[in-house]
């Protein structure tokens, strides 16, 4: 016969000794762990303070509740656009940073989620409430993949060594959603294709993607395509005209 703790040695995984080992809670572990190569635990590396600020900005962007009254010159609590903005700062940062959980933020730093006026301490406004506070982790988890992709993304570019300025000017300051940063990253492997590093093969892989494939690098298509015919042709110089002209 087993002694109990035998039996729990027995049945516990590798993955669950990793989220023993850590001092985050489990369920924070398990609900993204598919930012990770593991299929059930979460390996990502957490925002750090640099990231705080611009995080702020794209969480509040996503929270469509606040507009009417924060947004609008008009709103109801438009002055206290940039207390908000503070609120769901400190609120990034006790989540993705101190990994405090949702319930332990609302219980004891709710202070922190409210405006006091300085008049009257009496008079508070709740800026973030119970299910903003959820939101903000669920979008959280969002910017933090987003990043991810963002970091993917400049390491192909510099693995390209190329030196694009319509990328470097126009793309690189737009790549504020995961479809735009998908978009460039095509962009970039249709142009420069026929890159010396980069003509065999190259990888891509992003681990909240809904499906996992086999093999981590894809293969560059060898035969050409019809796209790669005509944009080495007259048609593509014709193509370029055109659309400057359109421009002006």
Avoid at 53 to 79: M, N, P, T
Avoid at 188 to 196: E, H
Wanted: aromatic residues 12%.
């Amino acid at each position: 016969m087993f002694e109990p703790s035998e039996i729990r040695a027995r049945l516990l995984t590798e993955d669950d000794e990793l989220i023993r080992g850590q001092d985050i809670p489990e369920r924070m572990q398990l609900a993204t762990s598919t930012l990770s190569q593991s299929s059930t635990l979460s390996m990502h590396r957490p925002l750090t303070d640099d990231d705080l600020e611009d995080a702020a900005h794209w969480v509040l962007i996503q929270l469509s509740s606040k507009e009417r009254d924060y947004f609008r010159h008009d709103g109801q609590y438009f002055r206290l656009l940039e207390p908000l903005v503070a609120s769901i700062t400190f609120a990034l940062r006790s989540l993705f940073i101190q990994t405090f959980e949702v319930p332990y933020i609302w219980a004891h730093k709710r202070d922190y989620l409210s405006h006091f006026n300085d008049s009257d301490i009496r008079t508070r406004v709740d800026l973030l409430d119970l299910n903003d506070l959820w939101r903000v982790y669920a979008v959280g988890q969002k910017y933090r993949s987003l990043v991810q992709r963002r970091t993917a993304l400049e390491a192909f570019y510099t693995r390209l060594n190329v030196a694009d300025d319509y990328f470097e000017n126009e793309i690189r300051r737009r790549t504020d959603s995961v479809e735009v940063i998908a978009d460039a990253t095509e962009w970039l492997v249709m142009k420069y294709k026929d890159s010396k590093k980069e003509k065999d093969h190259f990888q891509l892989h992003f681990h909240d993607d809904e499906e996992q494939i086999d093999s981590k690098k894809w293969k560059m298509p060898s035969r050409i395509s019809a796209y790669e015919v005509t944009k080495r042709s007259i048609i593509s110089k014709l193509a370029e005209v055109y659309f400057v002209s359109t421009l002006c």
